[in-house]
Nanobody, 124 residues
Framework: QVQLVESGGGLVQAGGSLRLSCAAS????????MGWFRQAPGKEREFVEA????????YYADSAKGRFTISRDNAKNTVYLQMNSLKPEDTAVYYC?????????????????WGQGTQVTVSS
């Protein structure tokens, strides 16, 4: 069992930045790849970025390319999502999750152990 707690969300103006954190406890964090997803009001949850267990590879959605960066600190059992140049369409609840199987990275079905989410609101 892994427990995940996201933090760092908030209200920011368009063009601003936020850094989200996801703190993990339970099973050995460094064994797992991790991902970030988001869900906007009235929309399905969508993949944002993922990172392998050692940070050696990252995967991202087109919407995040060039603006968002995922990273991790295994000593702190934490994965981060640095979000720059934020847009109103980035407004959503952001979730972190443990990647358990598969290699598509963007599929929710490949993830287990989800956090409760943190709200990000970008004003225009």
């Amino acid at each position: 069992q892994v427990q995940l707690v996201e933090s760092g969300g908030g209200l920011v103006q368009a063009g601003g930045s936020l850094r989200l954190s996801c703190a993990a406890s339970g099973r050995t964090f460094s064994n797992y790849a991790m991902g970030w997803f988001r869900q906007a009001p009235g929309k399905e949850r969508e993949f944002v970025e993922a990172i392998t267990w050692n940070g050696g590879s990252t995967y991202y959605a087109d919407s995040a390319k060039g603006r968002f960066t995922i990273s991790r600190d295994n000593a702190k059992n934490t994965v981060y999502l640095q979000m720059n140049s934020l847009k109103p369409e980035d407004t959503a609840v952001y979730y972190c999750a443990v990647h358990r199987w598969g290699n598509k990275w963007s599929l929710e079905s490949e993830y287990d152990y989800w956090g409760q989410g943190t709200q990000v609101t970008v004003s225009s």
